[in-house]
């Protein structure tokens, strides 16, 4: 990532013709990722759908799918390990092609009668050892949903990074990367770098069979529609995420506060759609309106602290409930010895957090400034950081949530690859992405990474990367005010000028 490997490349990262003929060294390492990737699925599988009890979260979202196919309750249904659909009707609509039937629960047995493969359906334990199930009619449908989704999740992690690039570089997304050597790397470095810092994130995501990578690639297609000037398009993406988990509104504070007109009216009608025209037309408008009311019962109540139901207490809403990164859930671990934590936050805690945040994002504003029109890699980095800001202020923020800022790391890339000189912010960027992929990955581990989450250094390196994004904004806009000329508009492949 050392800003020497490309300080030969010319200024114009379009200036050369460009071509999708792989050199036979780009061919090998393709190759190698292809086997990687096909060899962490065949793991998946096994711990999926090949197992007896499946390791996953997937079910959650495809047995959401199946209630709303079979006209059950959506927030009632559970799945084979207990865990309920904790999320707006929009996302368990639109996985209605992957829809699973709802889990029924194995019978009683009379007391003293073991459970055996007989008397208890795949998803369930039983008293036997060994986990493995293998391919069977009965979780048949449930190994081709994990191969399908391990695809899609795989694919928008590609188009992510890559939609995120081609804005930084002002490139159409069709475009073949440049023939000539020196631009070529840098291209693939663009890419294969924010993937590979957030490769732990993205992995666990992978595992786990969630829907953050469909977040980030709505994220990542506005970041390039903005940089593109198209701001309808880049409005109805950025309101995807806030349709499947609620939490990434924040983000929503960009064409807000940029004053973006057609970005507002882009998310207002991506809102709309996905929020009240989608589930009235699929589950009608009594059943949506009963939706919601239960989702703000059994979820959004309970996890701002308010309200009385428990039912995703243990699950998610607890603040030991899960591995929960966000500043709220580290003041609490701050605050208490462990083993002694009570499992909900005090009002003083959720108050100092949202404090906290607030504070964070009157920051952003002041950095970002009042202009209209930013650069591309200005709107990486403004909403690298905004999402950022977002997942402090979150109640829940999982570490996995982390691949969320891969368009602040790759606007931190962009920056890194365009210096030509090594300097002192250089080699802050370095240390800085460097420090944050060996945490991320370190806090994964059993034992340390135990003790890295207590002391809560992934929100910390978070929040150095935050900073480290805004910091690099404003003195663009400080030197652009000032009628100076920044480091980001001279030193680079990827020259700088407003767009909006």
Known sequence: MACGWYSHAVADPNSSTGTWRLSRRETSILAFAFLIILGFGFN???????????????GVYVCGAGAVRDGQDLYQIVDWR??????????????RPLAHPVPVPPPALPLGTPRTAANTPWGYSIDAPGHYYGLKSDNARFFWIVAIWYVISVSLTFLSAHALACALERR????????????RRRWWALRVIPILICITSIGTDFSRGQVDLVMLAAISLA??????????????FLSVPACMKVFPALILWYPV???HWRMIFGTVVGLVLLLVVLPVVVLGPKRTVESYQTYATVLLKPGLGAGQDASRAKELTNMGATDNQSLLATIHRWSYPPGQRPPKATPAERLSSYAVGGLMLLGWSFIAGWRRKDSPRQLALLFGTLMGITLVLSPVAHNYYFLLLMPLITGLVDEALALNRP??????????????????MLARLPGIGRWLRELGLPLLSL???????????????????NGGQSLLETSGANPITPAA
């Open 44 to 58: 998946l599988e096994l711990r999926t759908a090949l197992r007896r009890v499946p390791m996953t979260d997937l």
């Open 82 to 95: 207990k865990w309920h659909y904790n999320y707006p009707p929009a996302l368990a609509i639109l996985m």
């Open 172 to 183: 159409r997304w069709p475009e073949p990367p440049p023939s000539e050597k020196g631009l």
């Open 223 to 236: 970041v390039y529609f903005a940089s593109r000037e198209q701001g309808l398009a880049a409005g109805i």
């Open 257 to 259: 506060w940029r004053r």
């Open 423 to 440: 300097g002192a912010r250089n080699r802050t960027v370095i240390i800085s992405l460097s420090a944050f992929m060996v945490i991320d």
């Open 463 to 481: 929040v150095g990367l935050i900073c480290l994004g805004g910091f690099i904004v404003y003195q663009y806009r400080r030197t652009h005010d």
